[in-house]
């Protein structure tokens, strides 16, 4: 499974269930504000460590993959509605944030602004 | 570029900047869903029409999916964190919601639950 | 009952379940995103129409009205966390974008910033 | 000023500039959740003593406070669309809070479900 085949098994999924009209970058967008607020919603309370040991357990591991697996759902269909390649997208994203944070000026420096 | 590629690239940069100190669970869910809402903004006032005008130009266009690329840049790594393979979910997660939306039902009916 | 009112009875809510040392700025924070988030979700498919008919009906109504005072709820509880006067702050808001949209000006134009 | 006036207040100011037909649910709730994820941006990386010494100071004191005031101002437009009263929601809500989270039960507890 590669991205591509996921945009294009979500693609099929949707034109299967007549879903293209709902399928808007603004109601895609929504959806997956909603899910990121779902999966933060599992580390509300918690410390990271509370949260890492629930993450390590079978129960607590398969909650959290399933908000990811939502949020990368959404993000792919969104990407998939726009035109955009999503990893074309990150590679130029990373590069751009290795100039702004060249690596020898950031090691060792106070981290206020760190990513 | 695969996800497996990113992955280990953005465990690469963390590491030469010493930030995995700062890549909790709970930091980067945070910071999942603020890049989530920046992306929000960009369709917050529009219709879906002139939100599709705007992400087919190129400037309209590299705004969005710098927000796109954000966000997968920060699932990829929380994925990580927590050991858990995205596209993996993401797959469970498409069965499951085929069982749950058979497509011969779903057709046809009002679409309450679409997704 | 006023915000200052809701403001004493969130402290005591607090205080008599010894859940002070969970309310910290970031774990607010969250939780208000969370719930920002579950109120979107009540809009996620539908249309205005539709969501407006939705909010409308008893069951409809109340469901919506739990969001919102669940956002308010955190947003009132952060602000005394920290110290804000949120009417306060709401009315200087206003005041300044009073200022940087002057009715005059903004009424009879293209609405590309509209707030 | 009371959230009656700020209701009065939002209400006017949106019909003086023409801005009602903006001022959708669908909109508004996403208004909103923008505004929560720019407040939650403010806590991104640091510790709660980071966050409590920043808001402690005139500059870091109004920027969050002007992020408070976005959320509120959306809160109660969006309310007021809606036809709910805000306050008589939230009292609604924490009665039902008091009975799910007794507080002789919840005190000495373990804090897994605390809010």
Do not use: C
Not at 19 to 34: Q, Y
Not at 55 to 74: F, N, R
């Amino acid at each position: 499974m590669t991205i591509d085949d996921l945009t294009l098994e979500l693609r099929r999924f949707a034109a299967d269930r007549d879903w293209e009209r709902f399928h808007t970058p603004k109601n895609l967008a929504i959806s997956l504000a909603v899910e990121a607020g779902e999966l933060l919603e599992h580390f509300q309370w918690g410390t990271d460590e509370e949260i890492l040991d629930r993450a390590a357990t079978p129960d607590g591991g398969a909650a959290v993959a399933e908000e990811l697996a939502d949020v990368l759902i959404y993000l792919v269909r969104l990407a998939d509605i726009l035109g955009i390649d999503l990893l074309d997208a990150a590679s130029s994203k990373i590069a751009a944030n290795a100039r702004r944070y060249p690596a020898d000026e950031v090691r060792g420096s106070s981290a206020k602004r760190a990513r």
